[in-house]
């Protein structure tokens, strides 16, 4: 499907893709080492040599692609269920209303709204608009994309509106005020920038943000890109008035501030990360000074109930196990300035993990697993001792609480499986009250399917647990095609979820699907995540290497019917899977990945990510050298066709790892597809006729590749 073209000793070796050209390099680069090196252009976003290439391989792609018969069909299927009307329409639990933002074919950029709790609940929600981004962006001719509201409690009638230009991670605020459905003339508004902040009050904001270089050209931005100064920032004065709370090294990750509203109070905390896994937490007083908290550095500050500060445990910690939940007295705290008393509320032990701490009124909730299924805990305080009690929720579905609202106990839960259609409801344990508001019609046949959950034995001994759903009864003649999913980093846990996409054009025209639970997850907690940290980043491979070949062994398929998909950090996994056993698979979707570990510090949030990886420009490039996909493409070894996508607008993860490999696999002469939205952000997508197309994109190559026929 590939050719290498010379032209000439010396001249530019030319490889096409379907007749395309599609990168130049010239042939003493290809023949020497400097190859890496000599693709740095690729790395300039929106550098016009960049685009050119981005652009021609677009072409190539959707020529070969686009053309297949399959993909008008699979496009048109994809997005009837993006924009179904009977879709769920779950919101956010705010002051007696539910908020909820919805995007359908007439609203392409959305609607923010709000019902009555009671509308809502009785299955009749009278939606009144707030917010219309399609008509905000016709009016300033923006490519407004709505990233969310932070709004002041307890009314939450002043809110701070979230805008990206095409889906960046780079935003500007707006202040709102919902009663008037309007910006507020000459409230609070930040250039756009990354930006962190939080309400202290309805006249002060602790803000984040670029500052711009001080007086000394030293940049107001850490090495990831997100901002290192935090101020504070007084109703009617100038942004450049705000005044300093705290000013963090370069080398740090983030700081961000963050409050909790109670009925006994309100208390706003600033975090201060370190790395990616370590922080200080920071009590903010009344005139915005800032009191250290005596806790680790691995830790979540989760939630406050009748006083008490909640806290995941990350690490062992005076007699309590990483992986609990403890809480500790605030006002004991602020009198004292130490930490003298800490409770146990609630252990999950080496099965199982909290995923989620839920604060209502009267009642904490932690969601998490128990050998990678959904439990929830209800707790409450009595004498300064937690009593706690499990809830039969969701039965083997995955569920989540989706919002609570912390003056009562009402909660709204989300409930779905692999097979299993989501369905939202209303529930208010401490009551007796489960309702279920909606439940999304089937959209696949589920017929004859069949979900289980197994366990493979990785290289050094440990069960790795993984789902699979296939036909009942298909024959173990290794010839049905399977689409494995796998993501293995920061302690993200990967769980059974409905896809309509994934059912309508995978499963229901006969392809089977694998969730592999490999370490660097959080399926397990903490353990499960730092057991592949750093140096043993390598355990996360092989167990994403074992699934596929207990699948495949079982008789169910084979290497040639066999495919994989993964993105961000799963796209890492996608790029080591293919270069180290391109024998295991026939199809790779390598999504938003990052690919060159030698300079993914020095490209846009990378250097947030050490903690996880390593850092390449130190000894630790001994063990990230061993697995890094750019410099372990071979020209002599024979890979699957890999399918690449990546985003412009992306601003987390840089384009540039997808361009270069593509480019590096060119110049080998190694056939490939590659997409580049040219917006859309980290996810790849600004709007449901984009994700429609990159999703059937995504499918028709997987059933060329691993279609029976």
């Not at 395309?20 to 790395?43: F, G, K, P, R, Y």
């Not at 997100?226 to 700081?255: C, N, Q």
């Not at 370490?519 to 167990?543: C, I, K, S, T």
């Amino acid at each position: 499907m590939g050719s290498l073209r010379w032209v000439g000793a010396v001249a530019a070796a030319v490889v096409t893709f379907s007749g395309t050209s599609i990168s130049t390099v010239t042939a003493e680069q290809v023949e020497s080492n400097d190859i890496d090196q000599s693709l740095l252009w690729l790395e300039e976003v929106e550098g016009e040599k960049a685009l050119d290439w981005v652009r021609t391989q677009n072409a190539a792609t959707l020529a070969k692609l686009t053309k297949d018969p399959m993909f008008s069909g699979f496009k048109q299927q994809a997005y009837d269920i993006l924009t179904a009307a009977d879709r769920i329409t779950s919101g956010t639990l705010r002051g007696g209303y539910v908020y909820n933002f919805w995007r359908d074919k007439t609203h392409v950029r959305g609607i923010w709204r709000r019902a009555t709790v009671e509308s809502y609940k009785a299955g009749a929600a009278e939606w009144d608009t707030l917010l219309d981004v399609d008509a905000l962006a016709k009016a300033e001719d923006k490519n407004w994309v709505y990233k969310g509201a932070s709004c002041l409690a307890p009314d939450y009638t002043r809110c701070l509106i979230d805008l990206s230009p095409g889906g960046t991670d780079a935003t500007t605020y707006r202040e709102f005020d919902v009663t008037a459905k309007a910006f507020v003339d000459g409230g609070f508004q930040v250039p756009l920038a990354k930006t962190n902040l939080g309400w202290e009050d309805q006249d002060t904001l602790l803000i984040g943000t670029d500052w711009g270089p001080d007086d000394q050209g030293v940049s107001a931005m850490n090495s990831s890109g997100y901002p290192r100064i935090m101020k504070r920032w007084k109703r009617g004065t100038p942004l450049a008035d705000a005044t300093t709370v705290l000013e963090t090294g370069h080398e740090e990750t983030f700081s961000f501030p963050f409050s909790f509203d109670r009925p006994e109070g309100k208390a706003v905390f600033v975090m201060r990360g370190h790395d990616f896994y370590h922080a200080t937490y920071y009590l903010v007083d009344g005139n915005g000074q800032l009191q250290e908290l005596p806790l680790p550095k691995k830790i979540g500050v989760s939630g406050m109930f009748k006083g008490q500060i909640l806290v995941i445990l990350k690490e062992d910690w005076r007699g309590h196990n990483k992986g609990g939940l403890v809480s500790f007295d605030l006002q004991a705290f602020r009198d004292s300035g130490e930490i003298a008393t800490l409770t146990p509320v609630f252990d999950p032990g080496l099965a199982g993990t909290i995923e989620n701490v839920v604060v209502t009124k009267d009642k904490v909730y932690t969601v998490g697993l128990e050998h990678v299924s959904s439990r929830i805990r209800e707790f409450s305080l009595d004498k300064g001792v937690w009593q706690g009690r499990k809830i039969d929720f969701g039965g083997e579905d995955v569920f989540s609480i989706k919002s609570a609202s912390g003056s009562s106990n009402d909660m709204l839960m989300a409930r779905d499986g692999l097979l299993t259609p989501p369905s939202l409801y209303f529930v208010n344990f401490v009551a007796g009250e489960e309702v279920k508001l909606q439940s999304l019609p089937p959209r696949f046949d589920t017929k004859d399917l069949k979900l289980e959950k197994r366990f493979a034995i990785s290289k050094d001994g440990t069960k790795i647990p993984y789902f699979i759903v296939y036909k009942d009864g298909a024959k173990l003649d290794k010839s049905t095609p399977v689409l494995q999913y796998g993501y293995g980093g920061f302690e993200i846990s990967i769980l059974p979820h409905y896809s309509g996409l994934r059912g309508k054009l995978w499963l229901e025209k006969g392809g089977a699907y694998v969730i592999a639970n490999i370490r660097g997850g959080g399926e397990y907690g903490p353990r499960w995540h730092q057991a592949a940290l750093l140096e043993n980043r390598q355990r996360a491979y092989e167990d994403f290497f074992a699934v596929a070949e207990e699948v495949q062994n079982s008789g169910l398929s084979s290497p040639e019917h066999y495919g994989i998909d993964g993105r961000s950090n799963g796209g890492l996994l996608m790029g080591v899977s293919f270069t180290q056993r391109p024998d295991l698979f026939n199809a790779v979707i390598c999504g938003v990945p990052l690919l060159d570990m030698k300079r993914y510090n020095k490209l846009l949030a990378g250097a947030s990510w050490m903690a996880e990886y390593g850092n390449p420009d130190t000894d630790d490039w001994d063990f990230i050298q061993k697995y890094s996909p750019l410099q372990n493409l071979k020209k002599d070894m024979d890979y699957p066709t890999v399918y690449f996508f990546t985003s412009t607008k992306d601003d987390r993860v840089h384009p540039g790892h997808a361009r270069k490999m593509a480019a590096k696999m060119a110049a080998y002469g190694h056939p490939f597809y590659y997409y580049e939205n040219i917006e859309g952000g980290h996810k790849g997508n600004a709007n449901y006729d984009q994700e429609a197309t990159m999703r059937a994109l995504e499918y028709v190559y997987l059933w060329r590749q691993l279609g029976q026929n």
